[in-house]
C-alpha cells in the first residue's frame, strides 16, 4: 500500500525515522507543531513515473525551504487516484525553523506551477487564494460544464 519515493537526512524503518526526527526537535522543543505532513494528489486516471514524483517533492521541498532538513515522501496506493506524502521536520540540524504560515496558499501555487511543468490536468485554486481583484470574477471549471451537461441530459431521459 505505500512505497518510499526518497528519503532526506533520515533512513530506516517507522520507529528509526520518529527517533531521528525526535533527535532534532530537541534543537527547538518550543515549536508546537514540528512536523510538516504535504499530501500532493494527482487527478483521477493521471499518473507519473516514480521518478517523477520524486522529482516534484525535491522541487516542493525547495519550494517550502526544508530541503535541507529531514523528510520522507511516500507514494500510496491506497485510492484509486496516485498520491504522494511528503513528511518533513521544520526543525532543521542548523536550528532554524521552517514557516507553515500560509500554506494553503502557497501549496496552491506550488501545484499550479507543477501541474503545467509536468503536463498534468490544471485545477483551479479555491478563490481564497486568488489576489482580491479575482477573487468575485466568474470562474469556468470544465468539470463543472461537462458535469451539469451530463445531468441535464440524463433527466430529460427520465420518467421518474
Do not use: W
Not at 517550502?64 to 532538513?69: L, T, W
Not at 496552491?108 to 506551477?113: L, P, S, T
Request: glycine share 2%; with cysteine; charged share 30%.
Amino acid at each position: 500500500r505505500a512505497e518510499i519515493l526518497l528519503f532526506n537526512k533520515c533512513y530506516g524503518n517507522q520507529k528509526e525515522l520518529i527517533k531521528q526526527f525526535n533527535e532534532v526537535r530537541q534543537l527547538n522543543t518550543k515549536l508546537s507543531r514540528p512536523v510538516l505532513h504535504i499530501t500532493l494528489s494527482l487527478a483521477p486516471g493521471e499518473k507519473l513515473e516514480k521518478n517523477k514524483m520524486a522529482e516534484i517533492c525535491k522541487a516542493c521541498a525547495k519550494n517550502f525551504d526544508f530541503e535541507h532538513n529531514q523528510f520522507i515522501a511516500i507514494k500510496h496506493t491506497d485510492t484509486r487516484h496516485q498520491h504522494f506524502h511528503i513528511i518533513a521536520n521544520r526543525i532543521g540540524f542548523d536550528t532554524k525553523t521552517v514557516s507553515d504560515s500560509n500554506n494553503y496558499k502557497k501549496i496552491a501555487n506550488f501545484c499550479r506551477k507543477m501541474e503545467l511543468e509536468y503536463d498534468l490536468q490544471q485545477v483551479l485554486n479555491p478563490r481564497k487564494f486568488l489576489p482580491k481583484e479575482l477573487q468575485f470574477k466568474p470562474r469556468l471549471d470544465k468539470r463543472k460544464a461537462v458535469l451539469k451537461e451530463c445531468i441535464k441530459n440524463r433527466l430529460s431521459q427520465s420518467k421518474n
